[in-house]
């Protein structure tokens, strides 16, 4: 007998396969161990013959069997980590139940490095892909696209190139109503100078085609959840363009892998009709974050596009745009600054100039390399504090001129290692004047973003009784705190989360000399009649810590310095009954070199001001001892 067996069974000869004369045998067929190539593949493993579903919900998968198509394997917009394979893919054909911006995922709903692509029509795609992602969550994938109800998508569902397939479960639904400047040709006009605009692009849809790549776009050069804006100039002078997660830590944001692209338009004098655009200009650092740029000529129309780089691999969030006048790569294009302010600036973005780099006597070895420049102007006569103390970890130099001349004036004050290898300055200003600020690294040492932060003090301040600095504010203005106040009660510059008596917060600020061991902290701002508490720690959280109706910064060993008593919403530590100076309490002996950490905190007892606490705290400060 010569009959063949099906390929899926193998024979296993327990004495014999036949019976002959008196010998016995008997035949078993075993099956053989599964195999994905030895099962059919799933009825949706080609295009043309998708699986058919509608609605929000989620939808099985299982791609073990699948085979991989010749269909979506080479979309721009699919190229991840060196690859635009779809790899034992399945397809959908999917109706939408809505108009409006439409999340597909996988996170968290299968063990496979899924990829997905989404296309406009059913059936086999005609056009390129309009969305497409790889690990949003991962390995697993989140993309976003925009969608008509009624309309049919059809979708793409596999594996990353060379992963294997497996099960899930897709989920498909709402994302939220895209913001009116979602559309290339539906641009927000914005202000030909912006100071931290709120740019939100949480329910924008992707669509990359729409504008001309940007090589310095980690990726293929493109942005995803992409929001627009129209902006005019009017003069023919260098703009800098930031984004504010060039920052240390900046405020509030949660854009992933922000970038930026500007256009310049066929239109040269309304924002009206600027489309389409051409000629893109964009950053080279900082996932180009940041760049600067001179128009050819005045009032003219360019197009600003503003989203997650498409290797970032997720979508959507929110970013703070800032336009000035002026590049602070140059003392000739200096950016500009007024009173108290912080400003951030990546050394990756600057170069070292001429100017600036022969100050006698102000460090060792001389020189300032990648050095930025400012032309601050004073808002009241009095001392001026610049420091970068706390706000990098950059080896850092500032030397400060008179004037705004290039070559700079004369010079009124510089610095190395005030603090570490951070540098700050003291120096006196009269209301109105301008002073030019230069902000570098110490020559060959390490790369990266440096803050650095101008105070205007109180006139009752001195340069030598100065006795730390102060930091951790919660006005939302301070780049190192991330940790919002609980319910928006924003103090005032410099000062804690605003309180129910007073919108501008408490404050603590220190006199003495830390080296004379007479240093004094003094809280101001909060409850007229009641107690507060100094408290110190060793350590800083500088991103900040939700504490009561405020935001605190210090933490480690906690010490309760000691319970006072307000008086018309003040309070000092030591006062002139005590007996123990602010280091022996602290813990911290003159000249030890360890750092403290100081704030007050206090009753706020208007329970309904910032529910359920009702305690706050001050702004922190910090003395190295």
């Known amino acids: 007998m010569n009959s063949k067996l099906p390929c899926q069974f193998s024979i296993v000869l327990m004495l014999a396969s036949v019976v002959y004369g008196r010998t016995t045998a008997t035949v078993v067929l075993q099956p053989t161990p599964s195999a994905s190539f030895l099962l059919p593949p799933p009825p949706e493993d080609d295009c043309s013959t998708a699986a058919s579903i509608s609605g929000f919900g989620a939808f099985a998968f299982d791609t073990t069997a699948a085979t991989t198509g010749t269909q979506g394997q080479v979309e721009a917009t699919c190229l991840f980590a060196g690859s635009t394979a779809i790899e034992q893919d399945v397809w959908f054909s999917w109706v939408a139940p809505v108009t409006g911006s439409i999340k597909v995922e996988t996170c968290g709903s299968t063990a496979i490095n899924s990829k997905i692509a989404v296309y406009a029509g059913g059936g086999c795609p005609v056009g390129s892909a309009i969305s497409c992602n790889d690990d949003a969550c991962g390995l697993q994938t989140s993309t976003t696209f925009p969608a008509t109800a009624g309309s049919v998508y059809s979708i793409q569902l596999g594996s990353f190139q060379g992963s294997g397939g497996g099960p899930g479960v897709i989920v498909i639904g709402p994302v939220g109503v895209p913001p009116a400047n979602d559309v290339m040709c539906s641009p927000e006009s914005i202000n030909e100078l912006e100071d931290q605009k709120v740019v939100d692009s949480s329910n924008a849809t992707g669509n990359p085609l729409e504008g001309a790549a940007c090589s310095s776009i980690p990726g293929n050069g493109q942005l995803q959840t992409d929001v627009w804006y129209c902006w005019t100039n009017s003069e023919s002078t260098a703009y800098h363009f930031t984004l504010s997660q060039c920052s240390s830590n900046p405020p509030a944001d949660t854009m992933p892998s922000p970038g930026m692209i500007l256009y310049s338009t066929n239109a040269l004098s309304t924002c009206g009709a600027p489309c389409p655009p051409v000629s893109p200009v964009c950053g080279t650092a900082c996932s180009a974050t940041e760049f600067c740029f001179t128009p050819p000529g005045p009032n003219q129309v360019f197009l600003l596009r503003i989203g997650s780089a498409t290797s970032s691999g997720t979508f959507g969030g929110v970013v703070h745009l800032t336009i000035e006048k002026g590049c602070p790569d140059e003392c000739q294009t200096k950016g500009k600054m007024t009173g108290t302010n912080f400003k951030t600036f990546d050394t990756g973005e600057t170069t070292t100039g001429t100017d600036g780099q022969n100050n006698s006597g102000c460090y060792a070895p ?14 009241q006569s009095g001392l001026v504090l610049v420091t970068t103390c706390g706000y990098t970890t950059v080896d850092t130099r500032i030397a400060v001129y008179a004037g705004v001349a290039c070559p700079p004036g004369a010079l009124v004050a510089c610095d190395d290692n005030a603090c570490g ?5 003291c120096f006196p200003a009269t209301a109105g004047s301008h002073y030019t600020i230069q902000v570098g690294k110490t020559p060959a040492t390490a790369d990266g973003s440096i803050t650095f932060h101008v105070v205007e003090l109180q006139p009752t301040t001195t340069c030598t009784t100065i006795a730390g600095r102060g930091y951790c504010a919660g006005d939302g203005v301070d780049p190192n705190v991330i940790t919002l106040c ?6 005032a510059v410099g000062n804690g989360c605003a309180n129910s008596f007073n919108p501008s917060g408490a404050h603590l600020a220190a006199s003495g000399v830390s080296a004379l061991d007479n240093v004094v902290l003094s809280g101001s701002g909060m409850n007229a009649v009641g107690t507060c508490i100094f408290l110190k720690g060793s350590t800083d959280v ?15 060993a906690l010490i309760r310095l000691r319970t006072s008593a307000t008086s018309g919403g003040g309070a000092v530590f030591p006062d002139a009954v005590d007996t123990v100076t602010l280091s022996a309490r602290s813990g911290t002996p003159v000249g030890s070199g360890l750092s403290a950490y100081y704030a007050v905190y206090y009753r706020n007892a208007a329970a309904g001001f910032c529910p359920p606490a009702t305690f706050n705290v001050s702004n922190g400060w910090e003395i190295i001892w």
């Not at 609980?486 to 103090?491: A, D, E, K, L, Y």
């Not at 500088?542 to 480690?556: E, I, K, N, Q």
């Open 366 to 379: 001389p020189g300032m390399d990648d050095d930025a420049w400012y032309d601050w102007q004073a808002t």
């Open 421 to 425: 290898a951070q540098a700050e300055v």
């Open 486 to 491: 609980p319910c928006g009660n924003f103090g």
């Open 542 to 556: 500088s991103a900040g810590l939700l504490f009561g109706d405020g935001v605190r910064c210090l933490s480690g």
